[in-house]
């Protein structure tokens, strides 16, 4: 196979280098460790050659049963004795070994393709929730789920193929010009080479430009799956809002784009084939026509003559073969680029070398002079320095942008800071590993999504190895138990895609139910309670509050109300703590927290 030319801009707006993609693949193919994996690919080898050694041989019989039903001369086989019959039979041997050799390797070589699949999903499903949260937000979840589909589909293509089809095509070509060469002429031989590099030349080129139609079909798909997506997912607001006329034309109108690029790449396509198709004809009529003339002059018999025939047969089927090959590996090339882009995107929070991990003993969380900013234009924490006792309540509030939630993300270790550090009794959170700190807090945050999947799972999921006793514990404990054995299937009902069958206190309370199951030591509530109406707010206050004694809670409030007993109440603004102290220090004062507290509670009777 020649050298694969850079393709244009892929899914991800980089550039894709063939044989890059291709040497990211073969690690799956052939795995470090792994004998039983090896020996089953160089079985598969094997296997391999040895069918098409037996190929090229099989349509020597048939031409010596054609001489031998009408020889002027005995041919090498009636020596033998085999006659026509049984040169016949021969023929159908060697055919039915070589099926029988191919069929061989696709069996041996299935538990491999099947195997490198398999690793190749898992790490890329395991890369993208090691990246940064700042990653997620900008991505699209349609367009990012269609990638990953096409892209180990496109693996699966490559492993199979790039093996099993261009390796055989080359050594059969190789041994089907030797034989022409040493049995008949070097013409023979000229019109086969010239052949075979037009048809290659002109299968590269033109799929070079499809390709280009290809990627632009890519993205109009991408475009229209994520419009469909993203309109399903927001169901209720689309019919709050009487919009089902509007998303199906902004749907048609992405489905119309699909539909021009996908006409573009079927003409395209027709146009290759008749290219092909005319160039392999005209190499077959010029063999044939130097075959028959050797007939009539009496230096070929009517068995050359057949023999040439099913060689050029055996070429042009293994050429058809290419071209389609060489398409679908240009295109998986083109699929798969930007599912590697996701495997080399680097995690933008990493544990360090040598991290330790997380020792809780008070549960004392400090901030100290901590800035940070998602862009290093716009700072968003400027200076802050806070500091949570062991078993205390603190509460961060303030106007909207003016930091609290950062905090939380900050805490949990979605984002590093820029400057100034933050710890847990003591330990740096950049010195400790990822997974030891998420064990030790636990978030309640302002709407709770739940997985598709049954009550029972979205409880147990804040501690799998819960028994069922202590699931039942959580829940009744977080006040959901009674409501969710009134269920026609109890814990085994099914919530809905992001728990949309539940109201959102029921999703709230299997929420606090699978932190109350996690049991941190440290529990931050992210303005758990702002989404709900007063009443069932007033419920759920009580289990956070239950929830919260002897643990370290930080609480991210809008509503004051709901932070009064807080044992310090911490004010930002602008990034910065303008205010700290208890409810009632902080009313005396008559500063920014008075002014927040009046205000709202000036609206309350409006609402």
């Known amino acids: 196979?020649?050298?694969?030319?850079?393709?244009?801009?892929?899914?991800?707006?980089?550039?894709?280098?063939?044989?890059?993609?291709?040497?990211?693949?073969?690690?799956?193919?052939?795995?470090?460790?792994?004998?039983?994996?090896k020996v089953r690919v160089v079985t598969s080898l094997l296997a391999l050659f040895l069918s098409q050694i037996i190929a090229v041989i099989t349509p020597q019989f048939f031409s010596q049963a054609v001489d031998a039903l009408a020889p002027e001369e005995p041919t090498?086989?009636?020596?033998?004795?085999?006659?026509?019959?049984?040169?016949?039979?021969?023929?159908?041997?060697?055919?039915?070994?070589?099926?029988?050799?191919?069929?061989?390797?696709?069996?041996?070589?299935?538990?491999?393709?099947?195997?490198?699949?398999?690793?190749?999903?898992?790490?890329?499903?395991?890369?993208?929730?090691?990246?940064?949260?700042?990653?997620?937000?900008?991505?699209?979840?349609g367009g990012l789920s269609r990638i990953i589909e096409r892209g180990v589909k496109g693996v699966e293509f490559l492993l199979r193929f790039l093996l099993f089809s261009v390796g055989p095509l080359i050594v059969q070509l190789l041994l089907i010009a030797g034989v022409l060469f040493f049995t008949f002429d070097v013409w023979y031989l000229?019109?086969?080479?010239?052949?075979?590099?037009?048809?290659?030349?002109?299968?590269?080129?033109?799929?070079?430009?499809?390709?280009?139609?290809?990627?632009?079909?890519?993205?109009?798909?991408?475009?229209?799956?994520?419009?469909?997506?993203?309109?399903?997912?927001?169901?209720?607001?689309?019919?709050?809002?009487?919009?089902?006329?509007?998303?199906?034309?902004?749907?048609?109108?992405a489905m119309q784009n699909?539909?021009?690029?996908?006409?573009?790449?079927?003409?395209?396509l027709a146009f290759l084939n008749f290219g092909q198709a005319l160039?392999?004809?005209?190499?077959?009529?010029?063999?044939?026509?130097?075959?028959?003339?050797?007939?009539?002059?009496?230096?070929?018999?009517?068995?050359?003559?057949?023999?040439?025939?099913?060689?050029?047969?055996?070429?042009?089927?293994?050429?058809?073969?290419?071209?389609?090959?060489?398409?679908?590996?240009?295109?998986?090339?083109?699929?798969?680029?930007?599912?590697?882009?996701l495997l080399h995107q680097p995690a933008e929070v990493l544990d360090k070398e040598g991290a330790q991990v997380l020792k809780v003993q008070g549960g004392e969380v400090v901030l100290d002079d901590v800035y940070f900013g998602y862009d290093k234009e716009r700072g968003i924490l400027k200076g802050v320095s806070l500091t949570v006792k062991p078993g205390q309540t603190v509460a961060i509030v303030g106007s909207s942008g003016s930091g609290k939630s950062t905090i939380g993300r900050l805490l949990f270790r979605f984002y590093d800071v820029v400057e100034g550090a933050m710890r847990i009794d003591g330990q740096d959170l950049r010195d400790?590993?990822?997974?030891?700190?998420?064990?030790?807090?636990g978030v309640v945050p302002q709407d709770t999504v739940l997985f598709n999947d049954t009550v029972h799972y979205n409880i147990a999921y804040g501690r799998p190895s819960a028994s069922e006793n202590e699931i039942i514990a959580a829940a009744k404990a977080a006040k959901i138990h009674d409501f969710i054995v009134s269920l026609p299937d109890g814990y085994a009902t099914t919530v809905g895609e992001r728990g949309l069958k539940l109201s959102g206190g029921e999703k709230q309370r299997v929420g606090i139910a699978r932190t109350l199951l996690k049991n941190p030591p440290i529990l931050l509530l992210d303005?758990?309670?702002?989404?709900?109406?007063?009443?069932?707010?007033?419920?759920i206050q009580a289990e956070?509050?239950?929830?919260?004694?002897?643990?370290?809670?930080?609480?991210?409030?809008?509503?004051?109300?709901?932070?009064?007993?807080?044992?310090?109440?911490?004010?930002?603004?602008?990034?910065?703590?303008?205010?700290?102290?208890?409810?009632?220090?902080?009313?005396?004062?008559?500063?920014?927290?008075?002014?927040?507290?009046?205000?709202?509670v000036e609206e309350e009777p409006a609402a």
């Open 258 to 268: 699909y539909m021009k690029a996908a006409i573009k790449t079927n003409y395209s």
């Open 279 to 341: 160039i392999i004809t005209a190499g077959l009529a010029g063999v044939m026509v130097m075959a028959a003339i050797g007939v009539q002059n009496g230096t070929l018999t009517v068995g050359d003559f057949v023999l040439v025939n099913a060689y050029m047969i055996q070429i042009t089927m293994p050429l058809n073969f290419l071209g389609t090959v060489y398409r679908e590996i240009r295109q998986a090339l083109i699929d798969m680029g930007g599912m590697f882009d």
């Open 544 to 600: 956070l509050k239950a929830m919260s004694q002897g643990r370290t809670v930080i609480t991210i409030a809008h509503r004051l109300s709901t932070i009064a007993d807080a044992d310090l109440i911490v004010v930002l603004e602008d990034g910065k703590v303008v205010e700290q102290g208890t409810h009632d220090a902080l009313l005396a004062a008559e500063g920014r927290y008075a002014q927040l507290w009046n205000r709202q």
């Open 1 to 37: 196979m020649r050298r694969l030319a850079t393709t244009d801009e892929n899914l991800n707006d980089a550039r894709v280098q063939g044989w890059s993609v291709i040497r990211a693949v073969l690690p799956y193919l052939w795995p470090e460790g792994d004998t039983g994996v």
């Open 432 to 441: 400790v590993t990822q997974e030891s700190l998420h064990a030790q807090v």
């Open 527 to 539: 303005e758990a309670t702002s989404a709900l109406d007063t009443e069932t707010e007033m419920e």
């Open 76 to 141: 090498a086989a009636t020596y033998l004795g085999l006659g026509a019959v049984g040169l016949v039979l021969a023929y159908g041997l060697a055919r039915v070994i070589s099926v029988g050799l191919q069929q061989l390797r696709d069996v041996i070589f299935t538990t491999v393709g099947q195997g490198a699949l398999r690793s190749l999903a898992l790490e890329t499903f395991t890369h993208i929730h090691r990246l940064s949260m700042r990653y997620h937000i900008t991505r699209k979840t």
């Open 190 to 253: 000229i019109v086969v080479v010239v052949t075979i590099g037009l048809y290659v030349w002109f299968t590269f080129t033109v799929t070079e430009w499809r390709v280009k139609i290809r990627k632009e079909m890519n993205d109009q798909d991408t475009d229209a799956n994520q419009k469909a997506i993203d309109s399903l997912l927001n169901f209720e607001t689309v019919k709050y809002f009487g919009a089902e006329k509007w998303e199906a034309d902004r749907y048609d109108r």
